[in-house]
């Protein structure tokens, strides 16, 4: 196949080209069928299966439909404080102000969230959100947004080709033209021509050893659109979710959605002491309950109380339960205890968290109604990926578009639960758009036939090589070693330690064999998927190395505490004229007036009109 | 440790025969676990379906001791001593090793009518009670795994694939048809193109839902239901005869 001449390859040609059917893609892909364009949706697996599927507490949106004071306001200014202002200033703007159209418009769609008594979509409480906000539906709303989104879009002339993984994407000049893939049953290549393309392939979770990610989640749209020339940008910041399952270990590191603490779970330590009080950040002391007493009032709907420490952002918490577990006081397996048994009834855990009690019934042995959860951090998402422009969501490279985890800026340092989910369909409805605006002044572009060999050409040298190491022995070590040497708490030493394994299993990786055929492989696969984890995590390391200081989810145990002038700059990594990465640090536009206003104002004069009042 | 064999279907469309292969296997393993170190250790080749691993997204259906199951839930040590077999769904054609075409499944999505909501009262927002929505959630917990396709009579042994859509997208269509806000009307579709006569309600589908979803009780007898209403009750023909479909 490698020196046939590519009129025989098989060519199929959009306006449109979304890689990725998770929330992000899907919502891109309906939107750029509305607009009436020829739309292509690709995606790794079977539709609905994306990782979207595994968010479970609900979707922030400042409804006010369980408290009337909650508005885009008090949202932006939760989502910059969770996000340590390092967030993009027009993106969580656009988003707090979009999000509860789009999640209105899902009920359109058939979305079903669970109702208020009013009848209205009632909405959940959330780390880092002052009020009730997440729209949901028990412990499975990703499940009810990927499946809306499916339904909805299936009638809507998207081409959607399932099992398919893009390999690298194709450039004419400056502009990217298309994609060359494969089909994954046959492992037949195909060409994709496309006037514009939108990238929604989420994160590269997969490189560490805990996570709540799936295979999928191989960095390929971060690296892919790095080898074409785009900016990444905010890397370190590599959020660990504080609560994965630590025990059996072959689910070790499965999500427990923090809904659990929404609804009054509590952390325990193995003395059955409740820490998180005594992990409370200054930033967050004037908002947060200080005694059990408040706590538990604000649990029982006393508006007057102060939030209880658990439902402090997850940075925070997910850090508070390493220190507990590293001075010897963790659970039995290595974790701290969650406790919703003794603080809820059971019949209550069961209605509301479905999903969380048949997971620990069935993998773990554990009845949550009547026995606390073993948990401890797992990584869960990335808050940096690919440079966008806010509203158009386009990347530094003319007709590359990004939405969902994989583009950056949103969540700044530090994401809060719940803006994932309305990420996805803000940010996924402004990158169809942006991309059709593009394909509608753009026509398609010229393949280069020698792009296209090349990436095929690495792509079968797995295959066709006598012999070589093992495709899963290298993610294996991989995974070992980010775990070890750039997790929650990061040091200097540690990561340059790091930058030098990557470099060995850089070499190994392009030794891997691949045996049998190309039909169906998983060896095959997980050998393709290698250089985008090593990319990945080349530029999380050199990002985490060149930040001096800690902030969000970002830790380094030789520069603690946030240091003021880094506010100031994004790290931005991109590819060299001779293939190197170039990482910089970029000063970071000022915030509008307003918004940095709005950011900093005290909870009670934002809400008193004292702050921007006439900013609409 | 412990070792285990794993006795596992291994082919293609042409054909095909089971090998075994044995690992070790740790505490609180489930089936998907011993394949993937199958795959890591004997066999990197093998094809196998899987995403979320914690029963959330329904990709690694198979057929382990004979049963439709997911293998991310199934535990070994909940299955009987001895070797397991493991091997592809039945009901639809193999494409390699555990890997089956399921494509057939969403081309029946797509022939289903979508939700046609009623307008939004003057507030901009949706009404609806809990009570009213707590069947209708019940169905969508659906994580489409199609173990319920798999393990029914009409398309498993009858492979009556264009007349029946099968318990997946019956309780789709109950959804829908129960939803409070939809004003389209199936009924007809129901009965006419998606075969719901073919159901002979054995709720075989209902026993392997990893759900726990009624797919037959709450789902399909009331679309049978709804269609015996229309079609088979005298006095309700004789007022369509007469005064007109009521929709």
């Known amino acids: 196949m490698a020196a046939a001449d590519i009129s025989e390859l098989q060519t199929i040609e959009h306006d449109v080209l979304v890689i990725g059917a998770g929330g992000a893609g899907l919502r891109a892909a309906i939107e750029c069928a509305a607009q009436g364009v020829n739309t292509g949706l690709v995606c790794k697996s079977l539709l609905g299966k994306a990782h979207t599927v595994m968010a479970e507490g609900g979707m922030a949106a400042a409804m006010g439909n369980v408290d009337s004071r909650d508005n885009w306001k008090v949202h932006f200014r939760d989502t910059m404080r969770g996000g340590k202002f390092l967030n993009n200033w027009r993106m969580a703007e656009l988003h707090a102000k979009e999000a509860p159209e789009r999640v209105r418009e899902l009920e359109e769609w058939g979305a079903v969230f669970d109702r208020t008594k009013q009848g209205l979509i009632s909405q959940r409480n959330f780390g880092g959100h002052r009020y009730p906000r997440l729209a949901h539906v028990g412990d499975r709303t990703g499940l009810e947004l990927i499946r809306t989104l499916q339904d909805h879009g299936v009638h809507q002339g998207i081409q959607v080709h399932m099992e398919c993984t893009v390999l690298d994407l194709l450039k004419d000049g400056d502009r990217v033209v298309g994609a060359l893939a494969y089909w994954r049953d046959t492992g037949r290549f195909v060409l994709f021509k496309a006037k514009a393309v939108v990238l929604a392939t989420g994160g590269a979770g997969k490189a560490w050893r805990v996570t709540s990610n799936s295979w999928e989640y191989s960095g390929d749209g971060l690296a892919m659109a790095y080898l074409a020339g785009a900016e990444l940008m905010d890397l370190e910041f590599t959020q660990f979710h504080p609560t994965g399952m630590v025990w059996p270990p072959s689910v070790r590191g499965t999500l427990v959605t923090e809904g659990v603490r929404g609804d009054g779970g509590i952390l325990k330590n193995k003395d059955g002491k409740r820490f998180m009080f005594d992990y409370i950040p200054e930033r967050f002391a004037a908002e947060t309950a200080d005694t059990e007493e408040e706590a538990n009032r604000w649990l029982k709907g006393d508006k007057a109380a102060r939030r209880p420490p658990e439902l402090l952002t997850r940075d925070v918490v997910a850090r508070a339960i390493n220190a507990e577990v590293k001075a010897g006081r963790g659970s039995e397996h290595g974790g701290v205890y969650l406790d919703i048994a003794s603080r809820v009834p059971a019949e209550i855990i069961r209605k509301k968290l479905p999903s969380m009690y048949h997971q620990f019934k069935e993998l773990a042995e554990v009845d949550i109604t009547a026995q606390p959860m073993e948990v401890g951090p797992t990584l869960h998402y990335f808050m940096g990926g690919i440079r966008v422009d806010a509203d158009s969501q386009m990347t530094t490279v003319p007709g590359l578009f990004a939405a969902g985890e994989c583009a950056a800026g949103l969540h700044g340092a530090n994401r809060l639960g719940g803006n994932s989910l309305s990420d996805l369909i803000v940010f996924g409805k402004r990158a169809g758009a942006g991309a059709c605006e593009f394909a509608a002044k753009a026509g398609q572009g010229a393949i280069d036939e020698a792009q296209v060999h090349a990436s095929m050409r690495r792509a079968t040298d797995f295959l066709n090589r006598e012999s070589g190491v093992n495709p899963f022995v290298v993610q294996e070590k991989l995974q070992e070693m980010m775990s070890h040497n750039v997790g929650i708490i990061r040091t200097k030493a540690e990561l340059e330690t790091a930058i030098e394994k990557l470099k060995e299993l850089d070499a190994e990786a392009a030794t891997a064999k691949a045996h049998a055929t190309s039909q169906y492989n998983a060896g095959w696969h997980t050998a393709l998927d290698l250089r985008n984890l090593l990319l990945s995590s080349e530029a999380v390391t050199k990002a985490a190395l060149t930040r001096e200081e800690s902030r969000g989810a970002h830790t380094r145990d030789d520069f603690p505490g946030e240091r003021d002038e880094w506010v100031k700059y994004n790290i931005i990594i991109k590819r060299g004229q001779g293939g190197e990465m170039i990482v910089e640090k970029r000063e970071r536009p000022a915030g509008p007036a307003p918004l940095v206003e709005i950011a900093n104002s005290k909870i009670e004069d934002l809400e008193s009109g004292k702050v921007a009042a006439d900013y609409k | ?247």
Not at chain 2, 162 to 176: D, H, N, S, T
């Open chain 2, 1 to 247: 440790m412990a070792q285990r064999t794993f006795k596992i279907w291994r082919g293609d469309r042409e054909g095909g025969e089971f090998v075994d292969y044995t690992v070790e296997v740790g505490p609180g393993m489930v089936v998907l676990d011993a394949i993937h170190r199958i795959q890591a250790e004997h066999a990197s080749e093998l094809a196998c379906r899987w995403n979320c691993k914690a029963g959330k997204c329904g990709s690694c259906s198979m057929e382990i001791n004979g049963k439709p199951r997911l293998s991310c839930m199934t535990r070994l040590n909940s299955l009987p001593e001895g070797t397991v077999t493991v091997q592809p769904l039945k009901a639809f054609p193999i494409v390699k090793d555990l890997v089956t075409d399921v494509s057939w499944n969403f081309e029946q999505n797509k022939r289903i009518p979508p939700l046609k909501p009623k307008a939004r009262d003057a507030d901009g927002n949706h009404r609806m009670m809990q009570e009213d929505v707590d069947r209708v959630q019940e169905f969508r917990k659906c994580i489409e795994c199609f173990l319920c396709q798999d393990v029914c009579h009409v398309l498993r042994d009858h492979k009556q694939h264009e007349k029946f859509v099968g318990p997946r997208f019956m309780i789709r269509l109950a959804q829908l048809e129960m939803h409070p806000l939809d004003t389209d009307d199936r009924i007809e579709k129901i009965r006419k193109e998606f075969g719901s006569g073919w159901c002979n309600i054995t709720r075989c589908c209902t026993e392997v839902c990893p759900e726990h979803i009624g797919i037959t009780d709450n789902g399909i007898i009331p679309l049978k239901e709804r269609v015996v209403d229309r079609y088979y009750d005298p006095v309700a023909w004789f007022i369509r005869k007469v005064f007109g479909s009521k929709k």
